[in-house]
């Protein structure tokens, strides 16, 4: 989405605008100005490559909900956000997680990377599968924590009161 809306190839140059039969049913990345994208080409290709490299990660699994939009930004990582509204925050592709390392992310993601990422999202898995059984909703999962990178912390919905339970 750069002011309008945009086809990009795996390598995150954007090549021609969309049309609405184009677009309809992708996911859109958004977070990559147009400006950026016009004064720092480089760095906005690198942002694009970010947000596809952590939606093929997700989309690996058939089970999870669907995206429909990717954020990605320039310090801290990358945001899915689902059909439904659910909001999962992840690390950057290439950026150490370890506590006491440096934060500044690699030129590129490599395997290692994309195992670390794996891994974080088994987690959501086990999230996303917990709470519905516990009679929770959750809006907002968070997967980047850099000092542990094995916590998942979790804004759950507000539960409904009785006034709004359905009868």
Known sequence: SLAALYLCDEEGLAYKRATAEEWTGLVVITGVGRATYLLEPELAKSQARTALVALKLYQKNPARPAIGEVHVD???GVTLYTKEGLAIRLPRPGQSQSAGSAIEPKKESGPDDDRELAIRLRRLDAVLHALPAEGQRPLMVF????AHPDH???RLAAAA???QQPR
Do not use: F, I, M, Q
């Not at 997967?143 to 850099?146: A, E, G, P």
């Open 74 to 76: 320039r310090s801290g």
């Open 143 to 146: 997967l980047d924590n850099r």
């Open 152 to 154: 998942v912390t979790v």
């Open 161 to 163: 009161t009785a006034a």
